[in-house]
């Protein structure tokens, strides 16, 4: 039995190709809680939520300030939002400057919850055509948590998962369907 808790993944370009061949394969019974950080322009509504919501057995929401985190549910930063992970189990959104030109950023997401979850945390930067995600995956690691990285041969956009690579040699390499199959198995007690 794994010891993981949570579920953190990171995607920018390609996002939405790649989280549609990963999400709706979850069971309905997945018992983890899942937050997605992805790089939405801040004029823009995630139109994700509700595209994936039609398409996976789970609960698909964008995340609100101070909501309690629960199993079975997959989080979405909300546009122009940093999404945080507080010690205390709740979800936190913030205003703060762009990380890596970006707000969501992923390196946010990915550091608070390693701070929160410590080795409880599992952490999976996707396709993206910048370095955001790199440093949030090596505090996963550092913390004793997971680290998966999207094989590059079947992103979008390589500069993520390469980035993430660099800093986290040790992490796993794998396909999206060897992600699905792994995030799968932790659900299975």
Same mark, same amino acid.
């Given at each position: 039995?794994?010891?993981?808790?949570?579920?953190?993944?990171?995607a920018?370009?390609?996002?939405?190709?790649?989280?549609?061949?990963?999400?709706?394969s979850?069971p309905?019974?997945?018992?983890?809680?899942?937050?997605?950080?992805v790089?939405?322009?801040?004029?823009?509504?995630?139109?994700?939520?509700?595209?994936?919501?039609?398409?996976?057995?789970?609960l698909?929401k964008?995340?609100?300030?101070?909501?309690?985190?629960?199993?079975?549910?997959?989080?979405?930063?909300?546009?122009?939002y940093?999404?945080? !992970?507080?010690a205390? /189990?709740?979800? #936190?959104?913030?205003? =703060?400057?762009q990380?890596? &030109?970006?707000?969501?950023?992923? %390196?946010?997401l990915?550091?608070?919850?390693?701070?929160a979850?410590?080795?409880?945390v599992?952490?999976?930067?996707?396709?993206?055509?910048?370095?955001?995600g790199?440093?949030?995956?090596?505090? !996963?690691?550092?913390? /004793?948590?997971? #680290?998966?990285?999207? =094989?590059?041969?079947?992103? &979008?956009?390589?500069?993520?998962? %390469?980035?993430?690579?660099?800093?986290?040699?040790?992490?796993f390499?794998?396909?999206?369907?060897?992600?699905?199959?792994?995030?799968?198995s932790?659900?299975?007690?």
């Open positions: 039995m794994s010891g993981a808790r949570l579920i953190v993944i990171g920018s370009a390609g996002a939405v190709q790649a989280l549609l061949a990963l999400l709706p979850l309905a019974s997945f018992p983890l809680p899942m937050l997605v950080v790089h939405v322009p801040s004029d823009r509504d995630n139109v994700l939520v509700p595209l994936l919501q039609a398409k996976c057995r789970l698909v964008e995340a609100e300030d101070k909501e309690p985190i629960l199993g079975g549910v997959i989080y979405f930063a909300p546009s122009d940093h999404l945080l !992970v507080e205390e /189990g709740t979800l #936190a959104l913030s205003t =703060d400057e990380v890596n &030109y970006s707000r969501p950023s992923i %390196d946010v990915f550091e608070s919850a390693a701070d979850y410590g080795a409880g599992v952490g999976v930067v996707m396709t993206g055509a910048n370095h955001d790199a440093a949030g995956l090596k505090a !996963v690691l550092d913390a /004793g948590g997971v #680290a998966i990285i999207q =094989d590059r041969t079947e992103a &979008y956009a390589t500069a993520m998962p %390469d980035a993430a690579l660099e800093a986290c040699p040790t992490a390499t794998m396909t999206l369907d060897s992600i699905a199959s792994y995030l799968s932790l659900g299975a007690a």
